[in-house]
């Protein structure tokens, strides 16, 4: 049996809009283990960008609150998982609708949801008014790519066959 490589990291940082460079290039260093093509580096940045300024800007509404980031390597995928305590979302579906913002006025264009969906293979959207959102991602790493560790298992079972 090949063992699984797992790893996890946890951030936690005060909702300023300062920080929102911050959480995009940690969690690209998280990722980097992976080894990652320069794509899929710049899309988890992108994807995590819009989930922390969402944080910042509608969940706190620019006050002062903590916004945190889960990230977790499984195999050659990585999970993402950010959340703030603020004001939560009455209705989600809507929320993740193309063009759709509660700030229009503030040059929003009511794409961070559907950036996030397209960037990453994998989102979900938990929130309670009042209590908090949650946005989980997920990304498989170089997912078309034939891996080097499959083909010398590939060759070991064959070995062992014969
Ligand atoms: N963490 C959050 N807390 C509270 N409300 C949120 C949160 N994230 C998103 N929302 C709500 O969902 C709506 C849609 O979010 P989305 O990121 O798609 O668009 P936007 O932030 O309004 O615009 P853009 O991301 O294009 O600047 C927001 O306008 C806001 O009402
Ligand atoms: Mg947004």
Do not use: W
Not at 60 to 80: A, D, H, L, Q
Not at 89 to 104: C, G, N
């Amino acid at each position: 049996m090949k063992n699984i490589y797992e790893n996890e990291m946890k951030l936690e940082f005060v909702s300023k809009s300062n920080n929102e460079a911050f959480a995009r290039i940690s969690v690209a260093a998280f990722a980097a283990q992976l080894d990652p093509t320069i794509e899929e580096i710049s899309d988890i940045k992108t994807a995590v960008s819009e989930a922390v300024t969402n944080a910042i800007v509608h969940g706190y509404e620019n006050k002062e609150g903590t916004v945190k980031i889960i990230c977790k390597i499984i195999g050659n995928s990585i999970t993402i998982e950010i959340s703030d305590s603020g004001k939560g979302i009455e209705d989600v579906e809507k929320a993740k609708r193309p063009l759709y913002t509660s700030k229009p006025n503030l040059e929003r264009s009511g794409m961070g949801f559907t950036i996030m969906e397209n960037f990453m293979d994998d989102m979900n959207v938990e929130s309670i008014v009042g209590l908090g959102t949650k946005v989980t991602m997920k990304k498989m790493i170089k997912k078309d790519e034939i891996r080097e560790e499959d083909i010398t298992e590939v060759l070991n079972q064959i070995s062992k066959e014969n």
